[in-house]
């Protein structure tokens, strides 16, 4: 059965629409990821799910039971949805003992203190945090913060946790530790999580399945390895995996492409999906990884020129125009490539995508 259920949610603001007709569902025990730009909705479908915010249309449904439906003016007040939240500022009580912060949910439903003076310590435990229990949360560093904020959400073991940005905060190395942790966590409480976020590097590491939203829409959801390989529309194949997107045409139905670029013998010979007939215009999107640069020996192909590039350690990150277009390229290895230097773009993959 199915945790949390979302059917035709929709919420604007005045009139400006800001989710529109989501509907989803997340099993028990599921690692689900909102991953979109900023202002796409992310934060507001977290509130309407914890109840922060009421929608306008559509309904929610957590562990079987309706918390809320639109149209009947029916809704369950936070505290009694079940949820645990974590908000990208921790919102950790200032003048509060780290014990005391992590009984609190326990605390406000009147729980015997023997009972929560135990569950704080396997709730530290689980978290890696004994010791501290008595200093505040000025005392400790952002990503010890971090997770109180966790201990917290999880103590009072909510059918949902929902986690808003938990890492933006911390700096990239702690993000990188953090993000184990949390999915550690996760796994060994077996608790249903929606983690938003709009670092594409998370949702993909993280979650059983990430769900795309881009103005309040959603674009796709499916498994980490089917949004990167198979991404649904151009949206998608750009904003998770930075793909190069070319305008082109179909030349004919053995996937052989015409880049619109500019350039005026720019042919690529590509897989294309169903249902694509001959002249159709199309996006071909190409990832910065997919593509090779070569010395330029004027044998035909994909010409281009190098406009910068930079050294990343483990790689080169070129810029690169072809046609009236600016090519990204990661290159392995350390080759310098000099600006200006005429090259020749191979395509290793790439995919066509309806314009
Ligand atoms: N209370 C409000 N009143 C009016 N507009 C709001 C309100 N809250 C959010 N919005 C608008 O709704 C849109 C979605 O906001 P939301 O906070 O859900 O975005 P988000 O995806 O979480 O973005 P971010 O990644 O920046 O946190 C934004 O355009 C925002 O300005
Ligand atoms: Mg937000």
Redesign the pocket.
């Known amino acids: 059965m199915a945790q949390l259920v979302l059917e035709g949610v929709s919420k604007n603001?005045?009139r400006?629409p800001?989710l529109e007709g989501l509907s989803l569902e997340v099993a028990k025990g599921e690692f689900l990821s909102f991953l979109?730009?900023?202002?796409?909705?992310?934060?507001?479908?977290l509130r309407l799910i914890a109840g922060l915010l009421e929608p306008d249309t559509g309904s929610i449904a957590i562990g079987g039971r309706c918390v809320c439906q639109a149209g009947r003016g029916y809704s369950l007040p936070p505290e009694e949805r079940q949820v645990g939240m974590v908000f990208q500022s921790y919102a950790l009580w200032p003048h509060m003992r780290i014990r005391e912060n992590v009984a609190y949910p326990l605390k406000l439903k009147g729980y015997p203190r023997k009972e929560i003076e135990e569950r704080v310590q396997k709730m530290l435990a689980l978290v890696d945090l004994q010791g501290l229990e008595d200093r505040y949360p000025h005392q400790l560093s952002g990503g010890q913060q971090q997770r109180v904020a966790l201990a917290r959400a999880l103590i009072a073991e909510p059918l949902v946790l929902l986690l808003d940005?938990p890492l933006s905060n911390l700096d990239a190395k702690l993000r990188e530790k953090m993000r184990l942790e949390i999915k550690d966590i996760q796994e060994r409480v077996g608790a249903t999580v929606i983690y938003?976020t709009?670092d594409q590097v998370e949702a993909l590491t993280m979650s059983d399945r990430i769900a795309i939203?881009c103005q309040g829409r959603l674009q796709q959801l499916d498994t980490p390895v089917a949004i990167y390989e198979r991404p649904a529309n151009t949206f998608v194949a750009d904003f998770v995996g930075s793909s190069n997107l070319l305008p082109a045409r179909v030349v004919n139905t053995d996937g052989r492409l015409l880049l619109l670029n500019g350039h005026p013998d720019a042919f690529l010979q590509l897989p294309l999906p169903a249902g694509i007939s001959s002249g159709q215009e199309v996006k071909v999107a190409l990832r910065p990884e997919a593509l090779l640069l070569k010395p330029w020996r004027g044998n035909g192909g994909l010409q281009g020129r190098v406009l910068r590039s930079f050294y990343r350690g483990r790689e080169v990150e070129c810029f690169v125009a072809v046609g009236n277009q600016t090519l990204r390229v990661l290159m392995p290895g350390k080759t310098a490539w000099v600006p200006g230097q005429e090259v020749e773009v191979e395509v290793k993959e790439g995919l066509v995508l309806v314009a």
């Open positions: 603001f005045g400006t800001v979109g730009p900023s202002g796409c909705g992310k934060t507001t479908a940005e938003v709009h939203l």
